[in-house]
């Protein structure tokens, strides 16, 4: 089978988790909205450009991360799980702060700016579906940002096995260690005391 | 003048800031939707409870904090600037995990389950001004998250110092350390080194 034929597929099996979206619909929405094919290591977005297109996840992995005093710094990982790569620099036009990397082979939606309007003006139910998909969004950033600010370390890294347990064995460590804001030396030590206490 | 009569003046003045909505839709939103004046000090939410009510602050302040091991740890400043007091908990209608509190008397938007429902059919352009918000919000809380992780405490208390002038003068400076991941002595050296580098 072809490649595009398998993408909206996938395409599809997510429309379908939507109850809003009649079958019918499904079949239309298929038709117009943009799947891309990305490859493993293909940048989405560069620090100072401005950003073209938001994105959502149906398969595989975006890395965001940051450049500070010459290290990469890891800020979010994308996955089906927790999958709207969006930004206030594309909701401004404005240059991005940082890099978004495809970290695996990825299908993603692509959402260009102007096509969105035309999109909800089409099929009004779209809209409800964004706001669903960001009210869900906005409560898991909302979480882990207090999950960040009151944690230790340890408790840091043993909630994200707990709720992103879909990046395990797919993230090297020292990416893992920089996104729970701690050394890779800090990551290790604490992943021996684990297991050492298990 | 009577307090009802200047909270609705509140929510106008905020309607009005959404071009979507026009002069004819104010008036009648104006009407349908709540708004409730409460004093400093009153919980809007404590632990174990399942949230009844989302809240969206045109005046005032509400602090979101949790208990961990005894003592209060602040996640959450809910200001004119940074606005909507809502949570997965709420969605979900489970058992929220953290306090909510007014830090000053406030003026709020109460959004009630269900009632969402009916304004949404009765004014559809309500769908696009909350989608617009969420983004917002959702932007915004990303963008707190990827500073958490990759700023030093010391940057951390010049961005919030930036970004959440608001809160200038009316947040006690342990709570504000608390919010930002440290002590409350960490937080007064690093004023201190501050102002002797000024």
Redesign the interface.
């Known amino acids: 089978m072809d490649q595009e034929f398998l993408n909206k597929e996938e395409l599809k099996k997510f429309l379908a988790t939507f109850p809003i979206i009649s079958a019918d619909k499904i079949e239309q929405l298929t038709k117009v909205i943009p799947t891309i094919s990305i490859k493993k290591g293909t940048y989405l977005l560069k620090e100072g450009e401005v950003p073209k297109a938001c994105y959502y996840v149906l398969k595989g992995l975006v890395r965001?991360f940051?450049i500070?005093d010459g290290n990469e710094?890891?800020?979010?990982f994308y996955s089906e799980k927790h999958a709207a790569v969006?930004?206030?620099h594309f909701?401004d036009q404005t240059k991005s702060t940082?890099y978004l990397v495809c970290s695996e082979d990825c299908l993603l939606i692509k959402g260009e700016l102007g096509a969105e309007v035309e999109h909800?003006n089409q099929f009004?139910e779209l809209?409800?579906v964004?706001?669903v998909m960001?009210?869900?969004?906005?409560?898991?950033?909302?979480?882990?940002?207090?999950d960040?600010?009151?944690s230790s370390p340890k408790d840091r890294y043993l909630t994200f096995l707990k709720k992103r347990s879909e990046l395990q064995n797919r993230v090297p460590l020292h990416q893992v260690a920089?996104?729970?804001?701690m050394t890779a030396e800090s990551l290790s030590r604490i992943r021996k005391r684990i297991v050492s206490t298990d």
Not at 73 to 76: E, G, P
Not at 135 to 145: A, S
Not at 178 to 181: A, D, K, V
């Open positions: 965001q940051q500070v710094r890891t800020t979010a969006s930004s206030k909701i940082f909800y009004p809209m409800e964004t706001k960001l009210e869900n969004d906005l409560n898991q950033t909302k979480e882990n940002l207090s960040f600010i009151t920089s996104f729970l804001g």
